[in-house]
């Protein structure tokens, strides 16, 4: 094959990836929710995706070094486990708790405020819970970025040196109640009906794995609608200004509506992490922001220094710049 033929194809396959796992693993979610056991094909689904988009990441890495081993894999899968199922097999469970609490709370359930639109064809019930969940996963996260007290929480899933598919997961037990607690509860009070979770779940697990995969894709027009790799290097990266942007988990509306969207014409950040410090183990990890050492450590301050008696709000700039 010649070089040039090798460029098309090269290119081809960068801009088909990301829609191929998306809808693919769409695809898996609908035969598994229509089987006798949904929730436990999902999760078979939705590690073959993890498993697949593993493999592309050996062939076609955006960022080559961030294939190398950073010593967090045990820790990104403990807290994958912990923070979004805690039973045993960490990535299919990290997606599926959302969608347990749902099928659990929906059998007892009555909304107080039944104003959901069940008449609507499921597609555009789903595509409505996308946003209205999408607004409780903007505030949360955006809260947790912009208020020192939960950055200490939500610090942990920035503080990896790489991304790639297995630190998808990696979030702090409380960072993750805080940010289901706001997606969810809006859908549960105004009586969104399973399905529909089931499906906002399938969508925010697989854009979960996709925003974190170490791919070179070009998504072009999919970044004005999605959260992407592309845009959610950007989101990682050390520097403050690039760093608190693209919020959006699932979708960028929100990001667009308030301002926060960021998506300059050049190739985005590899240099990410933050300048604070997280602890090593995964129990000090979960346990460190509960201490004013550890928060101290974590803000990147003196750990022996008095605490701040107010912690003026322009400080996260030097902690993640
Ligand atoms: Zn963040
Ligand atoms: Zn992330």
């Known amino acids: 094959m010649t070089a040039g033929l090798r460029a098309i194809l090269y290119a081809t396959i960068s801009c088909l990836l990301w829609p191929a796992f998306f809808v693919g693993g769409l695809v898996g979610a609908y035969f598994a929710f229509r089987s006798p056991a949904p929730l436990l094909w999902f999760n078979v689904v939705y590690l073959t995706i993890v498993a697949l988009i593993g493999l592309a990441e050996r062939l076609m890495p955006y960022e080559k070094s961030w294939l190398s081993a950073d010593g967090e894999t045990f820790n990104d899968i403990a807290h994958t486990l912990l923070s979004k199922g805690g039973v045993q097999v960490a990535a299919a469970i990290g997606a599926t708790a959302p969608m347990g609490v749902a099928t659990l709370a929906g059998s007892f359930w009555i909304a107080p405020f039944p104003l959901w639109p069940h008449d609507w064809p499921l597609f555009l019930q789903v595509m409505l819970a996308l946003v209205i969940a999408e607004l409780g996963l903007y505030a949360a996260h955006r809260v947790a970025h912009e208020n020192l007290f939960v950055w200490r929480f939500h610090a942990l899933h920035h503080s990896v040196g790489r991304l790639w598919v297995v630190n998808t997961g990696r979030f702090h037990i409380v960072d993750s109640i805080f940010k289901i607690a706001l997606s969810q509860a809006p859908l549960y009070l105004i009586g969104a009906p399973l399905a529909v979770f089931l499906w906002v779940g399938a969508v925010t697990a697989f854009i979960g794995l996709l925003t974190h995969c170490n791919l070179d894709v070009r998504t072009g027009v999919l970044d004005y609608v999605f ?95």
């Open 227 to 321: 959260s992407t790799p592309r845009l959610h290097r950007w989101h990682h990266s050390r520097v403050l200004a690039e760093g608190n942007t693209n919020y959006g988990e699932n979708l960028v509306l929100w990001d667009l509506l308030l301002g926060t969207y960021f998506n300059p014409p050049r190739p985005s950040s590899t240099d990410i992490g933050i300048s604070g410090r997280v602890s090593n183990g995964f129990l000090a990890q979960l346990s460190q922001p509960f201490s004013a050492r550890g928060a101290r450590q974590i803000l990147g301050r003196n750990p022996n220094a008095a605490p701040a008696v107010a912690e003026a709000p322009q400080a996260r700039k030097a902690v993640n710049s």
